[in-house]
């Protein structure tokens, strides 16, 4: 079966899959639903390994739904559009919805007429969400791609109704999503205005022409319109100030749910900005690649110094991984802003190994929810000690997260740190310092949780309120075995990212798919079917291995994390913060109010600031 074929089938089957467990759910029992969606999630993954293999590598496999093709450079049908990496990311989320499910095959223990099909359902209808964005090649539909997967993630996140916190967490999640949504159908709006088109290449193409014809160019109204389409991407990448809701829906939605909002649905904003930026901004009739870069490096830059700090101060496990996510996140942002097949390549790599990881820890959390019913680090002091296998996973994953080189995580940060240095020579600084901090946060986590290390806990009155302590459980037997899948799962999951990094034709093969992924006038020329200028050609792939200076940074990175969470673990825990915590991180911390308000005030101060640091550039 050709790309072509193929390409409506990764949004069929999904959407398809989803239909049938929402009505069969009713009446299956609960071993024949967790089968069938596993089965479905799994043709899904081949449906989509088979679109990788058979896209071409320099090229992009074009689908026009109903054959409607352009005339004239002009189009009213909807398009899907394949290239290596698009392709690739959609891979990743089919993997990991796959993954999921496995591993709450029996983590759910309500019987079948509980929840029926709906859990699987959803599930498979966030794939499709996030299947659908990844190919599109129309604005309006990746907007309706977005929406679908953000509507979906709402109701994962809500999903225990019966406990009010996840709904006050579902409902900041879908607020601020819901607006920046908005703001980016605004966006959409002025675009159209401007060009009569909503395909991304179509608009591309057209800011092109009226450039030529001397009527283009940077304008407040392209740099509104540039903002508001960036909106959703940014808010659902949890770019500061947008990320507030992120700690706050990952607190309370279900450990499963939590291994796919930061594992692939964050990253998919970052990929979102990468690609509208490229085809419809990057051209001559968009706004200048160096304002670009200044304001987005900034953005990272932000997000991920402020992830990171709000990841040490946290002790609910949950919530410090959530803000891991968005320190992390930052750093695939500073790569995507680079503007370059090497920073893209970076970013590329870095995401595919933190999916694993990040996904594997959220489900080590899952089991200490499954045997204590709690997530707050020193509430379980010790208690994870009889926990050895997760004890040694987590403590892993704690240390990739850190970039320990061979993993993926390792190989992605030292080269989007080589990009960045290549521009500013101290950003690799950035990346070891917010490598070193997270991933320290967990290891100390990890530390204090299962091996029992440091001094018993006490309350302080200047601890963050948010501990975790006295969770409602996720599963109703506690006392029962625990479930293999919830330990095979996360030991797989870290072994992919040990694949990115060790297989060098994974790393080789995803930074040719970001270098393929810059030829913009080849993206237009394969969906428009019009000729490629001469100058487009097979560009030299960004580098992918391993250096001695990447392999250096990456065990600095990780001796860092070990100084500070042995520090961390051994420091008198009723000595009070200094003067420095009161100065910087005590004002940051009471910017994260919890309340809905602030963080709607938050998404308008943002894009305003976006606007302004843009529109001071041209």
Same mark, same amino acid.
């Given at each position: ?39 479905? !999630?799994?043709?899904?993954? &081949?449906?989509?390994? $088979? %679109?990788?293999? @058979? #896209?071409?590598?320099? /090229?992009? =496999? ?118 920046? !949504?908005?703001?980016?159908? &605004?966006?959409?709006? $002025? %675009?159209?205005? @401007? #060009?009569?088109?909503? /395909?991304? =290449? ?128 930052? %750093? ?287």
């Amino acid at each position: 079966m050709p790309a072509t074929d193929l390409l409506p089938l990764a949004v069929v089957v999904p959407l398809l899959g989803a239909a049938v467990l929402a009505v069969a759910g009713r009446w299956l029992p609960r071993i024949a639903v967790d089968a069938l969606a596993t089965t479905w !999630a799994a043709a899904e993954v &081949l449906c989509l390994a $088979l %679109l990788w293999i @058979r #896209t071409d590598p320099d /090229g992009r =496999a074009v689908s026009w739904i109903g054959g409607w093709t352009p005339r004239g450079g002009h189009s009213v049908g909807v398009v899907l559009v394949a290239d290596r990496l698009g392709g690739g990311i959609a891979l990743l989320a089919a993997v990991l919805v796959l993954a999921v499910l496995c591993y709450a095959w029996r983590y759910f223990a309500e019987p079948a007429g509980a929840h029926g099909g709906v859990f699987p359902a959803l599930l498979l209808l966030f794939e499709a969400g996030m299947c659908g964005f990844a190919l599109t090649g129309d604005l309006f539909d990746a907007f309706v791609f977005f929406e679908l997967m953000g509507a979906v993630a709402y109701a994962l996140t809500g999903l225990r109704i019966e406990d009010p916190r996840p709904l006050q967490g579902a409902l900041a999640f879908g607020v601020v999503n819901s607006l920046a !949504a908005y703001c980016s159908l &605004l966006g959409i709006g $002025l %675009l159209y205005a @401007r #060009t009569g088109e909503l /395909g991304l =290449a179509q608009l591309g193409a057209a800011l092109d022409q009226r450039a030529a014809g001397g009527h283009g160019g940077p304008d407040a109204l392209l740099v509104c319109a540039f903002v508001l389409v960036l909106a959703g991407p940014l808010v659902k990448a949890a770019t500061a100030p947008f990320h507030f809701w992120l700690p706050d829906a990952h607190a309370v939605a279900p450990s499963p749910v939590c291994m796919l909002l930061s594992g692939v649905m964050v990253e998919l904003g970052a990929y979102g900005v990468a690609r509208i930026h490229r085809v419809v901004f990057a051209g001559p009739g968009g706004l200048p690649d160096g304002a670009v870069r200044t304001t987005l490096l900034a953005a990272g830059l932000v997000t991920a110094l402020a992830g990171a700090v709000m990841c040490w101060q946290q002790r609910h496990l949950k919530r410090l991984l959530a803000f891991s996510t968005v320190g992390h996140t930052g %750093l695939f942002l500073i790569g995507v802003a680079l503007l370059t097949p090497a920073g893209l390549a970076g970013s590329a790599v870095y995401l595919a190994g933190h999916a694993g990881v990040k996904a594997a820890l959220f489900g080590l959390t899952g089991v200490l929810l499954d045997r204590f019913g709690s997530v707050d680090e020193r509430g379980l002091h010790g208690r994870g000690r009889p926990l050895r296998v997760p004890g040694l996973l987590f403590v892993i994953g704690a240390l990739a997260l850190a970039g320990l080189p061979p993993f993926g995580t390792g190989l992605g940060k030292a080269l989007t740190e080589e990009a960045a240095g290549e521009w500013l020579g101290w950003l690799p600084v950035v990346f070891v310092l917010v490598s070193a901090v997270t991933g320290g946060a967990v290891l100390r986590a990890g530390l204090r949780v299962f091996g029992g290390i440091g001094a018993p806990p006490s309350e302080q009155p200047w601890e963050a309120s948010t501990s975790g302590e006295g969770e409602e459980p996720e599963v109703r037997d506690p006392g029962r075995p625990l479930p293999a899948p919830m330990l095979v799962v996360p030991g797989l999951l870290l072994l992919g990212c040990l694949a990115v990094g060790v297989l060098p034709g994974v790393a080789r093969a995803l930074a040719e798919a970001a270098t393929a992924f810059t030829d913009r006038a080849g993206y237009l020329a394969d969906v428009l079917a019009a000729p490629a200028p001469a100058t487009t050609g097979p560009a030299i792939a960004a580098e992918s291995g391993w250096t001695a200076a990447g392999v250096g940074l990456g065990l600095l990175s990780v001796l860092l994390a070990v100084a500070l969470a042995t520090a961390a673990v051994r420091r008198d825990p009723g000595r009070g913060p200094g003067p420095l915590y009161r100065a910087t991180v005590l004002p940051l911390r009471r910017l994260h109010s919890g309340l809905l308000g602030d963080y709607v005030a938050w998404l308008t101060v943002g894009l305003a600031a976006l606007v302004v640091a843009l529109a001071a550039q041209l």
